[in-house]
């Protein structure tokens, strides 16, 4: 028998409890992982490891947790938050694969234990939204484009624009010019 704060829980019972989180852990659609701060990683299910590039389960239990961080001080910044809050608030974030490419996920983390005050093992769930934000950049791409393509059909309606004023400008100007001769010859004759 063991005591969980509120019962006495039986070895059969515990088990069942178990089995229950092994299910909701191994089924669960979403990735999951357990870590130690130090960056060992205690466990995780197969849709982590498949999110990350990893054969297997297994296969993703052989590495680190710092693996999956393309610089060393956003795992550091994520453990000072986790040892301040507790937990961090539902973010994107942009960690690596396996092959060192980017893999940009939707996660939750937090202290899921405490060994003598301090943060002892870390919970992340993540849902992988790389396809999202790459078609998302892709459209981004293909806007720029049609932007960038229209603009010299701007650029060339502004000058046609332009150049259509300047001329009628000149046209003006040059009316005015010869109604000026045509008065200073007026005024010539009147002064003779």
């Given at each position: 028998?063991?005591?969980?704060?509120?019962?006495?829980?039986?070895?059969g019972?515990l088990?069942?409890?178990r089995?229950?989180?092994?299910i909701?852990?191994?089924?669960?659609?979403?990735?999951?992982?357990?870590?130690?701060?130090?960056?060992c990683?205690?466990?995780?299910?197969?849709?982590f490891?498949?999110i990350?590039?990893f054969?297997?389960?297994?296969?993703?239990?052989?590495?680190?947790?710092?693996?999956?961080?393309?610089?060393?001080?956003?795992?550091?910044?994520?453990?000072?938050?986790?040892?301040?809050?507790?937990?961090?608030?539902?973010?994107e974030?942009c960690?690596?694969?396996?092959?060192?490419?980017?893999?940009?996920?939707?996660t939750?983390?937090?202290?899921?234990s405490?060994?003598e005050?301090?943060?002892?093992?870390?919970?992340?769930?993540?849902?992988?939204?790389?396809?999202?934000?790459?078609?998302?950049?892709?459209?981004?791409?293909?806007?720029?484009?049609?932007?960038a393509a229209?603009?010299?059909?701007?650029?060339?309606?502004?000058?046609?624009?332009?150049?259509?004023?300047?001329?009628?400008?000149?046209?003006?100007?040059?009316?005015?010019?010869?109604?000026?001769?045509?008065?200073?010859?007026?005024?010539?004759?009147?002064q003779?």
């Amino acid at each position: 028998m063991l005591w969980n704060g509120d019962a006495t829980i039986g070895q059969g019972e515990l088990q069942l409890w178990r089995d229950r989180y092994r299910i909701l852990f191994d089924r669960n659609v979403a990735g999951t992982i357990l870590t130690n701060v130090e960056g060992c990683i205690v466990d995780c299910n197969e849709p982590f490891a498949q999110i990350f590039g990893f054969e297997s389960r297994a296969d993703m239990l052989a590495h680190s947790a710092w693996d999956l961080y393309f610089d060393r001080i956003e795992r550091e910044a994520l453990i000072d938050r986790l040892r301040s809050r507790g937990s961090c608030a539902t973010e994107e974030v942009c960690l690596r694969g396996k092959d060192g490419l980017p893999v940009w996920v939707l996660t939750t983390r937090s202290v899921a234990s405490f060994k003598e005050g301090r943060p002892d093992l870390l919970l992340g769930t993540v849902i992988d939204i790389t396809a999202p934000k790459k078609a998302r950049a892709k459209l981004q791409e293909i806007k720029d484009a049609e932007s960038a393509a229209r603009a010299p059909e701007n650029d060339s309606a502004s000058t046609a624009d332009l150049s259509h004023k300047l001329a009628t400008l000149l046209r003006r100007e040059s009316r005015i010019q010869a109604l000026g001769t045509q008065n200073h010859g007026v005024e010539r004759t009147h002064q003779d």
